[in-house]
């Protein structure tokens, strides 16, 4: 068997309210909350990067595996706001985990799903025997320009998972990907904000590949949607997962769980790996979990674990993440927002 004996969650506390945003613009709020189930989203401090919320939930991803960090011998960091255009994220995370220096380290992306794209890497690298250890953080301090539809949900957050061959949480039983060149969300170098096709992000470029991947995997090892107790999909907002989830033919019941940590926007690379470590948190031993991501460009990576007992030995040795999702949250004006996000520039 292989799988994840560890993982972790990170969310910063600052939100800024859906209200909040709108106010600036004369935008009409109950459109985004009502139409997209956005409420509010989660907003990085000046201090906080894509980095510090790796080393945040990669710590908590070995508090529950209980490894000697040394013995991680790969570290994949996927976003798509990697603090520096050239200096490795990993090399700073595997430094701070004392994972160096026998350690392979690679940024990657693709835009939201860089994150499972790591996840997809550190597994097959354990797989083949090639690494003792494996570890995988989708991280991201999302980017929306001032008045834009994606201000409202552009979110912070990380999610890391350990992965090995003994003491398994959840033990991987298959996995799928799916790719086109669809190009419906975008960001040049040199600019700083992305620009997106409008409804063209939904239809053909999200729905069509995050039911191409669930269909795959589900064909490749013979399972319907209710074989599965929870199943993960890519959050860009809150009405987007349960739709898809119509469409494929689950039940609310089985999708809400990890929905729930839409209620911080979208956190890009950490959206449906997060939405993986709030379902962990509730999972029992023998539960059936998909997760399907999704990135812009465009492509879905599918993953298919079977939780064990050791996952009621392990859960509570962090901090879950719906705790980090309601407890201490810190709400920001507008102002405040803008400067942390620094989309208030001084003229050169």
């Given amino acids: 068997m292989v799988g994840i004996i560890g993982y972790g969650a990170y969310i910063p506390r600052n939100r800024i309210k859906v209200e909040e945003i709108a106010k600036v613009w004369g935008a009409d709020a109950p459109s985004y909350k009502k139409g997209l189930m956005l409420e509010e989203k989660s907003v990085p401090s000046p201090d906080q990067d894509t980095i510090t919320m790796a080393v945040e939930a990669s710590k908590n991803a070995l508090k529950r595996a209980g490894i000697d960090p040394r013995e991680i011998g790969a570290v994949y960091v996927g976003s798509e706001s990697h603090p520096y255009a050239v200096k490795p994220s990993g090399t700073v995370l595997a430094e701070a985990l004392g994972a160096t220096p026998e350690v392979h380290t690679a940024d990657l992306e693709f835009a939201c799903k860089a994150g499972t794209e790591g996840m997809f890497v550190a597994l097959n690298l354990v797989q083949a025997g090639a690494v003792k250890y494996g570890l995988a953080v989708g991280a991201d301090t999302s980017q929306g320009a001032p008045g834009d539809a994606l201000e409202y949900s552009a979110a912070a957050g990380a999610a890391a998972f350990l992965f090995g061959k ?140 079977r939780t064990t007992k050791r996952i009621d030995e392990v859960r509570d040795l962090a901090p879950r993440t719906r705790y980090l999702l309601d407890k201490n949250k810190n709400y920001l004006e507008y102002g405040v927002y803008a400067k942390y996000r620094r989309k208030i520039r001084k003229a050169e």
Avoid: C
């Fill in 166 to 305: 003994d003491d398994i949480v959840a033990e991987t039983l298959e996995t799928y990907s799916y790719t086109t060149d669809t190009p419906d969300f975008w960001r040049r170098e040199y600019q700083y904000y992305p620009q997106h096709g409008g409804r063209f992000t939904g239809e053909p470029a999200y729905f069509k590949h995050i039911t191409g991947a669930a269909r795959g995997i589900m064909a490749k090892v013979k399972k319907k949607p209710s074989d599965f107790d929870y199943v993960i999909f890519h959050q860009p907002n809150g009405k987007f997962p349960f739709r898809v989830g119509e469409i494929l033919g689950f039940e609310k019941k089985q999708i809400e769980p990890g929905w729930l940590v839409s209620k911080l926007g979208n956190t890009y690379s950490g959206s449906s790996p997060l939405g993986l470590t709030a379902t962990l948190d509730i999972s029992k031993p023998g539960d059936m979990i998909l997760i399907v991501s999704y990135g812009s460009g465009a492509g879905s990576d599918a993953f298919i674990f």
